[in-house]
């Protein structure tokens, strides 16, 4: 049996962004997870693409994918885990000669209920 095996890559966790046509290549990412409130991952990432438009971001499904450090001659390893959402948040935050840095926020569909206002007045 032929098992591809992971040589180095010190990005192991992935970010799909729907829309995006350009290879990101995450950096970082900070999380906030707690009990009855909504999730936010904040995640860096660095691209060939130095001009990726807020439009072309902002609203669009996205999806992050947590997998384990790989280890040298192993297998590939499948994500740990895989959250689901969509981009609220998107900033540019640097550029190089051969790539530029941003940020963007993930958070699940439902945070986007706290975008709208929706009043209601009872009367007897």
Known sequence: MDIPTLN???SHHKLKIRGLQSPVD???F???EQLSTPFRYDIQFTSTDK???PESVLMQDGAFSLTAPPVQG???QAPLRT???VITGFKHLSSSQDEARYEVR???RMALLTRSR???IYQN
Do not use: C, K, S
């Open 51 to 53: 001009a990726i438009a």
């Open 74 to 76: 192993m297998p590939v």
């Open 8 to 10: 180095f890559d010190h």
């Open 30 to 32: 900070e999380g906030r």
């Open 26 to 28: 995450v950096l970082t």
């Open 106 to 108: 993930l958070e699940p």
């Open 118 to 120: 929706q009043n209601a």
């Open 83 to 85: 959250l689901y959402g």
